[in-house]
Nanobody
Framework: VQLVESGGGLIHTGGFLRLSCAAFGFAFNYFAIGWFRHAPGKEREGVSY????????YYADHVKGRFTISRDNAKNTVYLQMNRLKPEDTAVYYCATGRERGGNYLRVKGVRVNDFDSWGQGTQVTVSS
């Protein structure tokens, strides 16, 4: 199992980036994918989730309305479109594989680090003020 993130960079406040998470070596379409971020001095936190069959999605409150997750199973890739970026979005962003989770679970638990197994190496996003 290998996940490779790309698309990070330096961007001004209000700008946008699209992150990609490319999967290699496994049946990608059978796995849910989560996006996480890790900022200096903070714990890694869940940002977004996309399921397998119906493509159900979930967003943490602090990115809802600004970020959009999508997947292209034919390309073994999940995307995270990030709009209206803020300095507090600065972090290393990771994707990871996990189990399918229902909407109720996600609403109560959120996108939890411990629910995901295989991780990519991360891509740095820096938003300047």
């Amino acid at each position: 199992v290998q996940l490779v993130e790309s698309g990070g960079g330096l961007i001004h406040t209000g700008g946008f980036l699209r992150l990609s998470c490319a999967a290699f070596g496994f049946a990608f379409n059978y796995f849910a994918i989560g996006w996480f971020r890790h900022a200096p001095g903070k714990e890694r936190e869940g940002v977004s989730y996309i399921g397998t069959s119906d493509g159900s999605t979930y967003y943490a409150d602090h990115v809802k309305g600004r970020f959009t997750i999508s997947r292209d199973n034919a390309k073994n890739t999940v995307y995270l479109q990030m709009n209206r970026l803020k300095p507090e979005d600065t972090a290393v962003y990771y994707c990871a594989t996990g189990r399918e989770r229902g909407g109720n679970y996600l609403r109560v638990k959120g996108v939890r680090v411990n629910d995901f197994d295989s991780w990519g190496q991360g891509t740095q996003v820096t938003v300047s003020s």
